[in-house]
């Protein structure tokens, strides 16, 4: 499995992934990153920054790219790595108040060198706040350092050091189902997913524009998340309304929908409602303002497949479908494009768009009821479920194609045993056995 350098445990980081990395045209220096030649004490001051921030990740031995592009030289050039930690060591415990060390990994060059890339963690889940160095508090503004004046001096001395922003846990909202004035469920089943996210200076203040969110609209509709909604509908229909704005639509609370479209009486048996809200400025700003988005999938197939009057037995979602619709959600959520269109709202730095790490499905009936059995068997007493919550595993990049299989079939297996039934695991290899994985 290939996770993120921001994540990836020492054994995975390999010269190669970081002269790729470092490779990227996209990859220049950021809120989160910075590249550095070779120690020097600013190196001190921007640990402290990203600690005051968001954390972030450091890579001693890298030329910027600029400087590197100038003089047609390789970016990855390493240090000496014992020489080079000893002196950050030294300096954090010397300058910093208090004293603080980040996390140091070298990884040694693939030649006889002797040379290494130092990669630095910044983790500010752990780190003290706020971290003083020469009696100031740096922090880091759009991939430079700054100095904390006195209200975000005070705002860190509030924070606890646990806050959480850049693996951030997500804690949504479970969604509820609507009910029609006879207090019957609407629909067969919604799946909410999405993530919180910091706000940047300008972001805290700004409202949404009209294009930032046609933005996003075109985006999510080039994603793979309108094929994923259409399978649902297994050809039945292939008519939809693409993301637009529709409903509750605020200067600060964005809400694109996506309809399919049918002429029966349920007219839309699949939709999908992506939902950004920015926090309030009325009165003293939040001590950490966050946005909010979520990406729902309400669907209303089995209702669809009952008004046209001609089946003969109760319609079932197909378990491939499910795998299908959760791996387009999760794909659509970490889409590129997707997400640079959600750090330009909030004024972050793309890498701290955080992947999705909860999902919820709550559905009208039991789920062993939801589900075409296909091999699925009921656990006699097992009790029974109406959908519920699940995490996903941390150190899955969710970008990677195969980690985010992985992670459909972990959820997909959590759901059958919960709703006490066995077999999810055979029908899932037989799935993956007769299916091309996507890209």
């Given at each position: 499995m290939t996770t993120s350098l921001f994540a990836a445990s020492a054994a995975d980081l390999t010269i190669?992934?970081?002269?790729?990395?470092?490779a990227r045209p996209e990859q220049v220096e950021s809120l989160t990153l910075e590249?550095?030649?070779e120690y020097s004490t600013s190196l001190l001051k921007t640990i402290a920054a990203m600690a005051n921030t968001y954390g972030g990740l450091i890579m001693v031995g890298i030329i910027d790219k600029a400087e590197a592009d100038k003089k047609g030289c390789e970016r990855v050039v390493g240090v000496d790595a014992q020489e080079t930690i000893d002196k950050i060591a030294s300096g954090c415990r010397e300058k910093f108040d208090p004293p603080w060390e980040p996390t140091f990994i070298p990884v040694p060059l693939d030649d006889e060198s002797g040379r290494s890339v130092v990669v630095i963690r910044v983790d500010a889940n752990v780190a003290p706040r706020p971290l003083l160095i020469d009696l100031r508090a740096p922090i880091r503004l759009s991939g430079q350092n700054s100095t904390a004046d006195r209200d975000k001096l005070l705002q860190l001395a509030r924070e606890e050091p646990a806050a959480g922003v850049l693996p951030m846990g997500q804690s949504l909202m479970a969604p509820r189902l609507n009910q029609d004035s006879d207090g019957h469920c609407t629909e067969d089943f919604i799946l909410r997913t999405g993530v919180n996210l910091p706000m940047g200076e300008a972001g805290i203040w700004r409202p949404l524009s009209e294009r930032s969110v046609a933005s996003l609209a075109r985006a999510l509709n080039a994603s793979p998340f309108p094929s994923a909604l259409l399978n649902l509908m297994q050809g039945a229909v292939t008519d939809s309304i693409g993301f637009r704005p529709l409903g509750h639509n605020r200067s600060r609370t964005a809400r694109l929908v996506w309809q399919a479209v049918?002429?029966?009486?349920?007219?839309?048996p699949v939709e999908?409602?992506?939902?950004?809200?920015?926090?309030?400025?009325?009165?003293?700003?939040?001590?950490a303002p966050m946005a909010n988005v979520t990406m729902d999938v309400i669907s209303r197939v089995r209702r669809y497949a009952e008004s046209l009057g001609h089946m003969q037995w109760e319609y079932r979602y197909p378990?491939?479908?499910l795998a299908v619709l959760f791996n387009g959600l999760l794909e659509t959520a970490v889409n590129h494009d997707?997400?640079?269109?959600?750090?330009?709202?909030?004024?972050?730095?793309?890498a701290l768009v955080a992947q999705p790490r909860e999902l919820h499905l709550v559905a009208d009936r039991w789920v062993a009821h939801l589900l075409r059995d296909e091999g699925l068997r009921e656990i006699p007493d097992a009790g029974a479920s109406?959908?519920?919550?699940?995490?996903?595993?941390?150190?899955?990049?969710?970008?990677?194609?195969?980690?985010?299989?992985?992670?459909?079939d972990d959820w997909l297996r959590q759901l059958g045993?919960?709703?006490?039934?066995?077999?999810?695991?055979?029908?899932?290899?037989?799935?993956?056995?007769?299916?091309?994985?996507?890209?």
């Amino acid at each position: 499995m290939t996770t993120s350098l921001f994540a990836a445990s020492a054994a995975d980081l390999t010269i190669e992934r970081i002269r790729a990395f470092a490779a990227r045209p996209e990859q220049v220096e950021s809120l989160t990153l910075e590249f550095k030649r070779e120690y020097s004490t600013s190196l001190l001051k921007t640990i402290a920054a990203m600690a005051n921030t968001y954390g972030g990740l450091i890579m001693v031995g890298i030329i910027d790219k600029a400087e590197a592009d100038k003089k047609g030289c390789e970016r990855v050039v390493g240090v000496d790595a014992q020489e080079t930690i000893d002196k950050i060591a030294s300096g954090c415990r010397e300058k910093f108040d208090p004293p603080w060390e980040p996390t140091f990994i070298p990884v040694p060059l693939d030649d006889e060198s002797g040379r290494s890339v130092v990669v630095i963690r910044v983790d500010a889940n752990v780190a003290p706040r706020p971290l003083l160095i020469d009696l100031r508090a740096p922090i880091r503004l759009s991939g430079q350092n700054s100095t904390a004046d006195r209200d975000k001096l005070l705002q860190l001395a509030r924070e606890e050091p646990a806050a959480g922003v850049l693996p951030m846990g997500q804690s949504l909202m479970a969604p509820r189902l609507n009910q029609d004035s006879d207090g019957h469920c609407t629909e067969d089943f919604i799946l909410r997913t999405g993530v919180n996210l910091p706000m940047g200076e300008a972001g805290i203040w700004r409202p949404l524009s009209e294009r930032s969110v046609a933005s996003l609209a075109r985006a999510l509709n080039a994603s793979p998340f309108p094929s994923a909604l259409l399978n649902l509908m297994q050809g039945a229909v292939t008519d939809s309304i693409g993301f637009r704005p529709l409903g509750h639509n605020r200067s600060r609370t964005a809400r694109l929908v996506w309809q399919a479209v049918s002429k029966a009486s349920v007219a839309h048996p699949v939709e999908a409602i992506v939902t950004v809200k920015l926090p309030e400025v009325y009165g003293p700003t939040p001590t950490a303002p966050m946005a909010n988005v979520t990406m729902d999938v309400i669907s209303r197939v089995r209702r669809y497949a009952e008004s046209l009057g001609h089946m003969q037995w109760e319609y079932r979602y197909p378990v491939p479908d499910l795998a299908v619709l959760f791996n387009g959600l999760l794909e659509t959520a970490v889409n590129h494009d997707v997400t640079t269109e959600l750090a330009r709202i909030t004024d972050i730095d793309t890498a701290l768009v955080a992947q999705p790490r909860e999902l919820h499905l709550v559905a009208d009936r039991w789920v062993a009821h939801l589900l075409r059995d296909e091999g699925l068997r009921e656990i006699p007493d097992a009790g029974a479920s109406t959908g519920g919550i699940f995490r996903a595993t941390p150190t899955l990049d969710l970008r990677v194609a195969a980690e985010r299989q992985d992670q459909v079939d972990d959820w997909l297996r959590q759901l059958g045993l919960d709703a006490g039934l066995t077999g999810m695991e055979s029908l899932l290899e037989h799935y993956r056995a007769t299916t091309t994985p996507t890209a």
